[in-house]
């Protein structure tokens, strides 16, 4: 039996039951991660076929991701609506299509393509381009920007100037030149592509009433999940299939707008209410996925900024604080990482619960290493891993014939001469590309093994034995299994989330990304980070590395966006104008009113997990010992450490070690110190 409508609606809490008892007109919600959206919006939807309001068969609910849409058919069959159609936009659009053209049209409908790849190289060839995969990559990814952002082949040179546009090495009058050839190609061969999909289907119901009015008959109801993800194709094929009625729900969050690359345009979500007069408004704030400190961190990032959204409220009870940990380099920043996962999984986490995220792909190589080495599976989500990447099987293919050409006992600079100049023949150079996309994953890639010649060269190897330990490092690397680590970029973490989730790589010029150019682009890196920070529901480590190979030279710095989360002592020397502060409370993450409250770090009626006179101890002794050693005080233990010591008060040097943040090398450098202060 289905579940009575009153048994739906006592599922809620008192935000998630506004939206289901919204069943008329238009509604907008505002769901903060982690605040049950899906549950909200199956639950509305369950709401009005048991009420009688809605009839299962004309409702259309649209999400963005096949998983998605699967994940809310299945909810929808559990509460008594399984006859609700809940599809992506493509999906549902190439059913209509599929359904009308050929009555229209009276032809068959062009194929659909898998990829523009092919068709994009001949249109190069017809432009007289040279075009390899990275490049045609970009321009497939620029067509598609264009595409879904009504912009044609005409007017794209014009439109990407004004919106700073590019593709690596071309002007925007050749890339417009190369998008017409592109549509040109595609047509004469009776193809599409998925942008075609939206734009055909728009294309029918702006111009055949009949088919319009037929599809309004069979939709009268329509709910479209992560609205924030909305392109300006998007809404227009929406607004065509309302034809003018409000009965419409929208679900998203503009704090978690990271596609806007892509042609995601947040303002849908802001501006619905300006669209749609009399809209009944809802925010979500309950957080029932992360611990009061994940939440309280998410919070901080976000407050004061443009990209502020609601303020979350953590329902789960306190976990362990949010650990900030820099590192010398790059590799002990994996080493250190991989260790803290191997400690999870003997305490008894399951390697599925665990991840490790980072700005793009080509950061992944050091932490397979290091788990590799530790026998730790894992799993690469939305990328080839390392070694398996295009560009990095060749690469290695032409140093190992390098080697064989009278090369292999080159050592010192002669190897990295020869490993420069044969990535230099494969488009490699020392200064890393200005734009984003397919050129510049590329180039990381090159600038990894480059590192790596680097490190093997210094420790007196020849090319011989430096292609010996690209190979080993190949066949290393654990096939992907069900029970492994992820390892993903910010952007595929999307929408999932994990007990533990270590944060990686967070210094500027990777976080924000070198190519945030601009005062949006910037906001965007900042939500990127709020994204990847909201998918841990217990454990969250952020991590940075101050050089990028061992021994070298320590310039970099922490993240800007961590400059509300660090302790002051951590970003007191920073260049740049420090972001304004908000304190959170270290319990219950809610934000701090009071002087007194913000001394003590937590609210009145919140009692602290730890010890703080002790913490306040340590906190002086860090003080003192940061000044005779002249470096930063949280470089020695950050707060969130001495939190756990206060909390924990380890009696022995092993117990000191298992806390969060202490290795082995700080025991022996404080521990006889910091003993003694917990006695």
Excluded at 200 to 221: I, M, S
Excluded at 389 to 409: D, F, N, Q, W, Y
Excluded at 465 to 492: C, K, M, N, W
Aim: glycine content about 10%; aromatic content about 6%.
């Amino acid at each position: 039996m289905p579940p009575a409508p009153a048994e739906l609606l006592a599922a809620l809490d008192p935000e998630q039951r506004r939206v289901a008892e919204a069943l008329r007109g238009p509604v907008r919600v505002l769901a903060g991660a982690g605040t049950g959206k899906t549950r909200a919006i199956t639950h509305r939807i369950a709401h009005g076929v048991a009420t009688g309001v809605y009839a299962p068969t004309e409702v259309l609910a649209v999400t963005f991701t096949t998983r998605a849409a699967g994940e809310m058919r299945g909810r929808l069959r559990q509460l008594g609506a399984g006859g609700v159609q809940a599809r992506t936009f493509h999906s549902a659009a190439l059913r209509q299509l599929r359904y009308f053209w050929p009555t229209v049209h009276g032809t068959e409908l062009p194929q659909l393509i898998e990829s523009k790849i092919g068709l994009l190289a001949s249109a190069a060839r017809r432009q007289r381009i040279s075009a390899d995969q990275a490049l045609l990559r970009d321009l497939a990814s620029e067509i598609e920007w264009s595409k879904v952002s009504n912009v044609h082949p005409d007017d794209y040179a014009r439109v990407a100037a004004s919106r700073g546009r590019s593709v690596t090495g071309h002007d925007p009058e050749t890339v417009g030149r190369v998008f017409g050839s592109y549509e040109e190609v595609k047509r004469t061969q009776g193809r599409m592509d998925m942008e075609d999909v939206l734009l055909f289907t728009a294309g029918l119901l702006a111009d055949d009433e009949r088919v319009a009015a037929q599809v309004r008959r069979q939709y009268k109801w329509f709910v479209v999940d992560e609205f924030q993800d909305v392109s300006p194709l998007q809404s227009a094929l929406l607004d065509l299939w309302l034809g003018g009625r409000d009965e419409l729900c929208v679900v998203g969050d503009p704090a978690q707008t990271i596609y806007s690359f892509a042609g995601a345009n947040a303002d849908y979500l802001r501006d619905f209410g300006k669209k749609f007069p009399g809209t009944t408004s809802v925010e979500l704030v309950r957080n029932y996925r992360s611990s009061p400190e994940v939440v309280g961190a998410a919070n901080s990032l976000l407050a004061g900024s443009s990209s502020q959204g609601v303020r979350l409220q953590a329902q789960r009870p306190s976990g362990p604080t949010v650990n900030y940990t820099p590192y010398p380099d790059e590799v002990a920043e994996a080493e250190s990482v991989a260790s803290r996962i191997r400690t999870l999984r003997e305490q008894g986490r399951p390697l599925s619960e665990v991840a490790v995220l980072f700005r793009i792909n080509a950061q992944s190589e050091s932490f397979e290493e290091a788990l590799a080495a530790r026998g730790i599976p894992y799993v690469v989500r939305g990328a080839a891993r390392f070694f398996d990447r295009p560009e990095v099987r060749e690469a290695v293919t032409r140093i190992r014939g390098a080697a064989r050409s009278g090369l292999g006992e080159a050592t010192g600079d002669e190897l990295l001469e020869t490993v420069h100049g044969t990535l230099a023949g494969m488009g490699w150079t020392s200064e890393a590309p200005t734009t984003r996309g397919q050129t510049r994953d590329r180039w990381e890639s090159w600038q990894a093994l480059v590192s790596q010649a680097i490190e093997y060269a210094g420790a007196g190897g020849d090319l011989g034995g430096f292609v010996d330990d690209l190979d080993r490092r190949a066949s290393e690397q654990h096939a992907p299994v069900a029970d492994g680590v992820t390892l993903a970029t910010f952007h595929a973490a999307k929408g999932l989330e994990w007990d533990s989730v270590f944060l990686c790589g967070l210094q500027d010029g990777t976080l924000p990304i070198t190519y945030a150019d601009t005062p949006a682009a910037v906001e965007e890196e900042r939500r990127l980070l709020y994204v990847g920070m909201t998918r841990a529901r217990l454990d969250l480590g952020l991590s940075w590395a101050l050089a990028r190979n061992p021994g070298g030279r320590a310039g970099r710095k922490p993240s800007r966006f961590l400059d509300p989360l660090l302790p002051e002592d951590a970003t007191a020397d920073r260049a740049r104008p420090r972001s304004r502060k908000v304190a959170g409370c270290r319990e219950c993450g809610k934000p701090l009113d009071t002087g007194a409250e913000k001394k003590r770090g937590r609210c009145d009626d919140c009692p602290a997990s730890y010890d703080e006179e002790l913490f306040e101890r340590l906190r002086e002794w860090r003080t003192t010992r940061a000044g005779a050693e002249s470096v930063p005080a949280f470089v020695i233990f950050t707060d969130a450490t001495l939190q756990l010591i206060a909390e924990h008060k380890p009696r022995t040097p092993q117990a000191l070690q298992r806390i969060s943040g202490i290795g082995r090398s700080k025991v022996e450098r404080y521990g006889e110190d910091v003993l003694e202060l917990v006695v």
